[in-house]
């Protein structure tokens, strides 16, 4: 007696879920996205939808629970000494000055993004650590059940006076919170195979935005009408296609072998465009909602690159920029309108049915902090603003403090010098009284940071360096960054 019924839900490897609808001796009649297709019963399970179930790995007090590892330990001294941000969000969350308040923050603003809005300009001016604020932003977004595209605006790769580029870059750069199973999808082709599995248990196909965006709707059928095969390049450049490169008869070309009467329009890449690619993000951000995911978070960061722009393509980037500040916020009362598409698409007023997606942007101030939407587009109230400022001598302490407890910890037999809270405490005092007097001036705290890295560095190299001599060649090089 077989194990299945009609009407019960199925996975299949290839063709995601579906629905029974015949069996068939050993054969099952399976409805996957509306096409009935005959399949062996061993090649199907038997599944319970669970959304998404995103690992939350924050705790209520916004910081991990969790101490690091010994190997993400001397990943993080690596990123250090050369300056960057770690690469691991669990190494970034650990290292950041001042972490635990800051988390707390960002969280609290993620938390109520769904009914307040979320978007907030982060200023700061070079080596104040602003990027570094935004990079921590996504590591609390990921593990808070967000999906992240971080995007440096670029006048060639991101130009944002041409929405498309920016558009394929978001897309290019999603990433995805890891499930409590330890499963992460992997990027916008990920994300069309996850669509697929959970086609008709979230029912994507009548999400409100989805069904009115032609590309969307018509895009995702004719990839659902064909096998998910990552080997296959026709494929692939479709899922490219709808990510936004200029690949429309690879999709027209599937639609054709599914024997599909639709025909997929064209993605517009000339002319006004602002009001389509915002509306596409829109659909992203409604459809990983729907798969059980937070929802979706923009992280622009070089947005003063707009500066530079001639008047015209200022205007575009502008418009765009109006576009997913609306998107981000709650609906505006305000009078002005962002100007429509130039191509004679009818589309819905999505910026007055939000908030949508999330949005922080990274802004290096020319003249004064902007406080008003007329100063920047992205600003509805003063809340929107963070000004980023160097971190307080007790904050910058505390990190080296930590910093050096856990090179003894993890590295004893290279440190000894550091086993003594009263050597830990002299160091950290020498470091702490020059960064004090260099607060305000034009010493990136990555060059402070670094001296960090390098006190651990020394003992490794001479074992028998006395806290004198390493506050000694400590001092001497902090001398030398400040003179630069």
């Known amino acids: 007696m077989t194990r299945l019924g009609i009407g019960l839900r199925v996975s299949h490897t290839d063709y995601g879920d579906g629905t029974v609808i015949q069996i068939l001796g050993s054969l099952v009649r399976v409805d996957f996205f509306g096409v009935p297709l005959d399949v062996d019963e061993h090649e199907l399970e038997l599944v319970v939808d669970t959304g998404a179930d995103v690992d939350e790995a924050l705790g209520e007090n916004g910081v991990l629970g969790v101490p690091l590892s010994r190997q993400k330990y001397f990943t993080s001294i690596e990123a250090i000494n050369l300056g960057v941000v770690p690469p691991d969000s669990e190494q970034l969350l650990h290292f950041t000055m001042n972490g635990?308040?800051?988390?707390?923050?960002?969280?609290?603003?993620?938390?109520?993004?769904?009914?307040?809005?979320?978007?907030?300009?982060?200023?700061?001016?070079?080596?104040?650590?602003?990027?570094?604020?935004?990079?921590?932003?996504?590591?609390?977004?990921?593990?808070?059940?967000?999906?992240?595209?971080?995007?440096?605006?670029?006048?060639?790769?991101?130009?944002?006076?041409?929405?498309?580029?920016?558009?394929?870059?978001?897309?290019?750069?999603?990433?995805?919170?890891?499930?409590?199973?330890?499963?992460?999808?992997?990027?916008?082709?990920?994300?069309?195979?996850?669509?697929?599995?959970?086609?008709?248990?979230?029912?994507?196909?009548?999400?409100?935005?989805?069904?009115?965006?032609?590309?969307?709707?018509?895009?995702?059928?004719?990839?659902?009408?064909?096998?998910?095969?990552?080997?296959?390049?026709?494929?692939?450049?479709?899922?490219?296609?709808?990510?936004?490169?200029?690949?429309?008869?690879?999709?027209?070309?599937?639609?054709?072998?599914?024997?599909?009467?639709?025909?997929?329009?064209?993605?517009?890449?000339?002319?006004?465009t602002a009001e389509i690619y915002a509306f596409h993000l829109v659909v992203v951000n409604e459809i990983v909602r729907q798969l059980g995911y937070k929802g979706l978070l923009l992280i622009l960061d070089e947005a003063e690159h707009v500066r530079g722009y001639s008047m015209r393509r200022k205007e575009r980037a502008n418009n765009f920029f109006d576009y997913l500040a609306r998107c981000a916020h709650s609906p505006m009362d305000i009078g002005d309108l962002p100007a429509p598409n130039d191509h004679g698409y009818e589309l819905p007023k999505f910026c007055g049915k939000g908030p949508h997606f999330g949005l922080y942007v990274g802004l290096t101030p020319s003249f004064g902090i902007p406080e008003t939407r007329e100063d920047c587009v992205f600003i509805r109230s003063a809340d929107d603003v963070l000004v980023n400022r160097s971190p307080s001598s007790k904050d910058y302490k505390d990190w080296l403090e930590k910093l050096l407890e856990m090179f003894h910890k993890y590295c004893p037999e290279d440190s000894e010098l550091f086993s003594d809270k009263k050597n830990r405490q002299r160091i950290t005092d020498a470091l702490g009284k020059m960064y004090v007097a260099q607060l305000g001036s034009s010493t990136p705290l990555r060059n402070w940071i670094k001296l960090g890295g390098l006190a651990c560095s020394v003992p490794l190299v001479d074992r028998m360096c006395s806290v004198d001599t390493l506050i000694d060649h400590l001092t001497n090089c902090g001398e030398q960054i400040t003179s630069l």
């Open 100 to 272: 635990g308040a800051l988390t707390k923050e960002i969280k609290h603003s993620l938390e109520h993004a769904r009914t307040k809005g979320l978007s907030k300009v982060v200023i700061g001016h070079y080596g104040t650590g602003k990027t570094h604020y935004l990079q921590l932003v996504r590591a609390v977004a990921l593990m808070s059940g967000w999906v992240v595209a971080f995007v440096e605006f670029d006048p060639k790769a991101a130009d944002p006076a041409k929405p498309q580029l920016v558009y394929r870059h978001i897309l290019s750069s999603l990433e995805f919170p890891a499930r409590q199973d330890g499963g992460v999808v992997r990027g916008f082709v990920g994300l069309v195979k996850e669509v697929r599995a959970h086609w008709k248990s979230a029912d994507i196909k009548h999400l409100p935005f989805f069904r009115l965006n032609p590309w969307f709707r018509d895009g995702l059928m004719t990839l659902l009408a064909h096998n998910h095969d990552e080997e296959n390049e026709t494929y692939l450049a479709g899922c490219a296609w709808l990510a936004g490169d200029k690949q429309l008869a690879s999709i027209r070309a599937l639609a054709k072998d599914a024997r599909l009467s639709t025909r997929v329009p064209a993605m517009p890449t000339t002319k006004e």
